[in-house]
Structures are given as structure tokens and as C-alpha cells.
């Protein structure tokens, strides 16, 4: 017996089965399944899921949102590297095609989640996809999204700095993403640069310091006042700071004495098939 949540999944999986048969001319092809209550993707043989991982609040401790991790259950990069699966795509358009293939598989899995009452849903986007394609940056997905019951204001978009040399094709696409309402994460933020200016100049809605930062044994002091003091300019810049990859609980001790506003890491919670429950604020009683 079909239950209230898989009668329109299954319709959404149908819809975009035929929709990605157009875009690919791909015959009668399917690209998604519904298999164990789970959606499957697939692409040049490879099997394909979704992965959540929690982001905390720091001063509240409960979990506010998820970011989405692709997983390859099956093929030839099963059981390596999940981010090899774009090396497989034979040009440009085919790596646009696979990259809204993957965000289109996390938020259906996302819609599965019936615990998960409100919160965010984080996803990647490739940097050769903002390279590509140049302009109405989101509206596609947007489209993907309102299909799904998902608005962009519940979606967080993590791109990466690396590479672009100049800033107005990234600044660009920033500003197209939060015009259409999603909020924007610069990931792994200090990997290469810690350049504050060129950060305010991209005006994203959240950094995710990158887990150099966070220091290991016999550097967690220097860690401490590194994510300190830049924890407090990108908050000067408008944006909230994440620190991700805590694996272990000095690290988070560092995270939390160092005042970021989002925990993220093995130490908080492993990317799972299912969301953590989101806790969502009381509402006041009305006087009898």
C-alpha cells in the first residue's frame, strides 16, 4: 500500500526521469528509482544517494540544518573518492547535467524526511558549473526545487573560492543565487587565502572555515586565536562562521571558545541516509 509521502515522490521521480530523458536524449532511460524508501540516481553506471550531515548551533546545540554528501553505492567509484564521479562526464554540459542531477536526487531524499520539521538543506555546487554557466544562475534549480515543495530560502548553495582568479564571474553568480532567495556558503574558506577583502567583496551569507584551521595536537592554542580573530571580521562582514570537520573534542572546544556561530563535523554528527530531528522554537501560550 502506497503511504501520503511515496504517492507524490513517486510522481516527482517520474517527472524527472522524463525531464532528464529530454535534456540527455537519453531514450527510455530512467536516471532515478525509488529503492528501499530510499531515491537512487544513476549515471554511466554508477549508483548514486544521498548523505546528510548535521550543522549545530553553537551557543544552543541544537541542530539547525544538513548538508548533503553524495554517495556512490555502486559502480566503477564505489567505495572511493564520491567526487571522481565528475570526472566521468564527457564535456561541459554533461558536467551541468550531472552536477543538477545530484542536487535534484539530495532534495528528493530530503523530502523523505519526515522527522526533519523546518531547517536548512546545504548543497555543492561544482566550480566548473559557475564557470559554464554565465548567467540566470539558480533559476533552473529554482524550478527543480518548487517541484519538490522546497523554496530557496530553506537551501543553502556551498561554493569554493579555488580557482577563480578574478572575482566578477564568482561575485556575480553569488549575487544571482541571493537575488533568487538562497543563502550562500563560501566553503573551506582559508585553504589557500584568508584575504578579508576579497571575501567582502563576494558577500556571501556564510563562510565555512576550512579544516586547516582547525588545528591538531600541540597547535590547538594557535588554532584558537587564528579562528578567534577571523571569526570576529567575517561576522563584521555580515556573514555567520561554520566550522566544520571537528573530529574530536578538543577541536570543538577550540570551535566553541573561538565564538562561531555553526558546528559541523565527525564529532557532532557522521553524514547518515537520515536527518537528525531539527528542534524547532516553542510557540508562547495564549493566557486562558
Not at 572555515?209 to 579562528?227: N, P, T
Request: aromatic share 6%; net charge neutral; charged share 25%.
Amino acid at each position: 500500500m502506497l503511504t501520503e509521502t511515496t504517492v507524490p515522490l513517486t510522481e516527482l521521480v517520474h517527472y524527472f526521469n522524463k525531464r532528464n530523458r529530454l535534456a540527455r536524449s537519453a531514450g527510455d532511460e530512467d536516471c532515478f528509482a525509488i529503492v528501499d524508501g530510499q531515491v537512487r540516481a544513476q549515471f554511466r553506471g554508477n549508483v548514486l544517494g544521498s548523505l546528510f550531515q548535521p550543522v549545530v548551533e553553537r551557543l544552543s546545540g541544537q541542530v539547525i540544518g544538513h548538508e548533503a554528501h553524495l554517495q556512490v553505492l555502486a559502480g566503477e567509484w564505489a567505495g572511493g573518492p564520491t567526487q571522481g564521479v565528475f570526472l566521468e562526464a564527457s564535456d561541459d554540459h554533461e558536467l551541468v547535467y550531472l552536477d543538477r542531477l545530484v542536487r535534484t536526487l539530495h532534495a528528493l531524499n530530503f523530502l523523505l524526511e519526515r522527522e526533519q520539521h523546518g531547517g536548512f538543506l546545504a548543497l555543492n555546487i561544482h566550480p566548473q558549473l559557475l564557470r559554464v554557466v554565465r548567467e540566470h544562475h539558480g533559476h533552473v534549480f529554482e524550478s527543480i526545487l518548487a517541484r519538490c515543495g522546497l523554496t530557496s530560502e530553506r537551501i543553502v548553495l556551498e561554493v569554493s573560492d579555488d580557482g577563480f582568479d578574478g572575482i566578477s564571474r564568482l561575485r556575480s553568480a553569488i549575487a544571482a543565487y541571493q537575488a533568487r532567495g538562497y543563502r550562500v556558503a563560501i566553503d573551506n574558506f582559508g585553504r589557500h587565502t584568508a584575504c578579508l577583502d576579497r571575501l567582502e567583496a563576494l558577500s556571501p551569507d556564510i563562510v565555512k572555515l576550512d579544516r586547516s584551521l582547525i588545528g591538531h595536537a600541540g597547535h590547538l592554542s594557535l588554532a584558537k586565536r587564528v579562528m578567534t580573530e577571523l571569526s570576529g571580521e567575517i561576522r563584521r562582514l555580515g556573514a555567520r562562521v561554520v566550522c566544520q570537520c571537528i573530529e574530536n573534542p578538543l577541536q570543538l572546544q577550540v570551535a566553541q571558545d573561538a565564538g562561531v556561530d555553526w558546528l559541523q563535523g565527525y564529532r557532532i554528527g557522521r553524514p547518515a541516509a537520515h536527518c537528525l530531528p531539527v528542534v524547532r522554537p516553542r510557540q508562547p501560550r495564549e493566557a486562558a
